[in-house]
């Protein structure tokens, strides 16, 4: 569940962000570019190839799963990342991509190959932008969940890297922004209106993704709920919750169940998780309903950093974390970096706001 929530986050967040590129453009905000593409070309090698190892992969691995589908309902993530699978599915498959990768090639084919001029709009470049922040923001999750648990990833480095549990927010954030920030550049999109589209859908995408961590149990949860519920109307759960089945087996086991994910929280905690989904999603709303009303290129994004460092720091304060000492002092290394979003945020309103007034002096 906490995948298919991941895939969910991605998929509203890429077409909130389409929205936003597709509106910025109508209102003459950020333009077009242009790319030489060569057209009616033949299918080259690499397209082969390529096309090739993602049919073999694919066929390797789903018709390993079709055949073994109750085990892999047991360990959906061993199963994908083990290097067990179909050899026949793996080769039938690849054949057939390469087959269709050559004959969609050979319809657009020329007897002699032209370069056009080909008109890029901006929102056509999300495909690319969610894919690079995906890749970068899953690597910059594990490297900073591993530098704040460091005993642990020493212990069994190979687990630590290659589980998708143990994914810290902030690490996908900062990662993932560089690299987009880095490719939009690169593709002619003016900074300040790429990160202000992007805004709303990182707000949405978190919320989203939350609703995984809730579900699963993935550990994200927060200190245990021993205060007696402060509301009649709220249900039990949402302010106190066993996670039972819990994907990282934490807690004691549960009467009656056998196998894998047997295991509930005794005492029950805050659902952090939840907390933050009612959250993130509030502030996507707030953030969509204000975003045309805020025309100083740079300041909603800096909005977004306030939102989300105020909503971050304050989760910490009931969440389950590693806990860091400076001088006596502790803290987590979210509330650390919730922190300095909230100051970035807070210089940038002021940097972007001078900046404009200096550009219309």
């Known amino acids: 569940m906490f995948g298919f929530f991941v ?4 998929i509203y967040a890429a077409y909130v962000w389409t929205k936003e590129l597709k509106r910025k453009e109508e209102d003459g905000l950020i333009g077009t570019t242009t790319q030489k593409i060569l ?5 080259t090698t690499n397209e082969l190839v390529t096309a090739g190892i993602i049919g ?3 066929g390797f691995k789903l018709l390993y799963i079709a ?6 309902l047991e360990d959906t993530q061993g199963f994908i990342l083990s290097t067990q699978g179909n050899l026949l599915g793996g080769i039938l498959c690849a054949a057939a991509f390469i087959y269709f990768k050559y004959k969609e090639k050979e319809k657009t084919r020329l007897d002699e190959p032209v370069w056009e001029q080909e008109i890029i709009h901006p929102y056509q470049q999300v495909g690319n932008l969610t894919l690079i922040a995906a890749f970068a923001g899953i690597l910059g999750a594990k490297i900073f969940h591993n530098l704040e648990n460091w005993d642990e990833f020493m212990a069994d480095p190979i687990e630590a890297l290659m589980s998708f549990s143990g994914l810290t927010m902030y690490g996908g954030l900062i990662l993932a922004s560089v690299a987009c920030i880095w490719y939009g550049t690169k593709q002619g999109i003016k900074v300040t209106h790429l990160i202000d589209s992007a805004a709303p859908s990182l ?7 939350r609703i995984g961590c ?3 149990g993935d550990g994200d949860w927060g200190i245990p709920s021993l205060n007696p519920k402060p509301f009649n109307w709220m249900p039990d759960w949402m302010w106190s919750y066993d996670y039972p089945h819990n994907v990282v087996s934490e ?4 009467p009656g169940c056998e196998g894998r994910f047997c295991t509930h929280l005794d005492p029950s905690v805050y659902p952090t998780a939840f907390y933050e989904v009612v959250m993130c999603i509030s502030l996507f709303f707030v953030i969509w309903a204000i975003r045309k009303r805020i025309t100083t290129p740079g300041v909603l994004f800096s909005i977004y ?21 400076v001088n006596g002092f502790g803290f987590t290394q979210a509330e650390l970096i919730s922190t300095l979003l909230f100051f970035t945020g807070v210089f940038g309103i002021w940097y972007f706001r001078r900046k404009n007034v200096v550009r219309s002096v």
């Open 7 to 10: 895939a969910v986050a991605f």
């Open 39 to 43: 057209k009616g070309q033949k299918a």
């Open 56 to 58: 073999f992969i694919l």
């Open 67 to 72: 055949f073994n589908f109750s085990a892999f």
């Open 203 to 209: 707000m949405l995408g978190y919320g989203i993704g």
């Open 214 to 216: 809730h579900v699963s």
């Open 251 to 254: 807690g004691v086991p549960l």
């Open 305 to 325: 950093l306030i939102f989300n460092g105020v909503e971050r720091f304050f989760i910490e304060k009931i969440r389950v974390n590693t806990l860091y000492h």
